[in-house]
């Protein structure tokens, strides 16, 4: 089983449409979450980082349950702009650190005119 | 300011050559990290710098992999007798420390390396 885990897409979406990305984890002991976005031939970019309270950035909101060990991405309203992938993170540390990131697959959103 | 750089941007290597991967982070980041992403993959760890210490290089796939950070900034992945399977982009990022709450990693833009 893959240590993250996330929708296989492709998910193809009219503008102004809500989409929702789920993505689940292995190992119960990770420390941080985060959604990272990366254009196409491009770098990963940090989105959001997700806290168990749950946060929104404008448009996005992420959500986090740790018992379930699921991470959540909901994007409203979505732009053109917004087609990317979408990639699920995780860090485990050793020893408390926190440094190495374990990255899904990612999901590929294209939003169409 | 300036971000992490990489180069070269894109490599073509016959199988069996040996590659040299540069990576310039940001000015004053103390860590550094290696992945590598395959074709429709996320990007998996290769390694992990703390100034010039290299803490971490569970994640290099064998032998032929070799990466260093001698002054504590610049890194170079070095990957001899190159195979098919090496094939991938190789990103570098570099954040501020790692102690403490999560400090974003910034990623270079990457080397498209291609064995021939």
């Known amino acids: 089983r893959k240590e993250v885990e996330q929708d296989p897409g492709p998910f193809n979406v009219p503008e102004g449409a809500t989409v929702a990305f789920n993505c689940t984890y292995s190992?119960?002991?990770?420390?941080?979450f985060f959604w990272y976005r990366q254009d196409c031939r491009k770098e990963p970019k940090l989105l959001m980082s997700?806290?168990?309270s749950g946060n929104e950035d404008g448009r996005f909101t992420a959500q986090l349950n740790r018992a379930s060990q699921y991470i959540s991405l909901l994007i409203r309203d979505s732009k053109l702009s917004d087609s990317a992938t979408y990639l699920c993170v995780v860090n485990k540390g050793r020893g408390g650190s926190n440094y190495k990131l374990t990255f899904g697959k990612g999901t590929l959103l294209t939003v169409n005119p | 300011g300036a971000g992490v750089s990489q180069s070269p941007r894109y490599k073509v290597a016959k199988r069996g050559q040996d590659v040299a991967l540069r990576c310039d982070p940001i000015?004053?980041?103390?860590?550094l990290f290696w992945y590598q992403q395959a074709l429709g993959q996320g990007p998996e760890f290769l390694t992990y710098f703390q100034n010039e210490a290299q803490l971490d290089k569970s994640g290099l796939p064998s032998d032929r992999f070799f990466a260093e950070r001698p002054e504590g900034s610049v890194s170079t992945l070095k990957i001899q007798r190159t195979q098919q399977e090496d094939s991938a982009v190789y990103l570098c990022a570099s954040s501020l420390e790692t102690s403490g709450s999560h400090n974003e990693q910034f990623f270079g833009p990457g080397t498209r390396l291609t064995v021939l």
């Open positions: 190992n119960s002991a990770s420390q941080s």
């Open positions: 000015s004053g980041h103390v860590s």
């Open positions: 997700v806290y168990s």
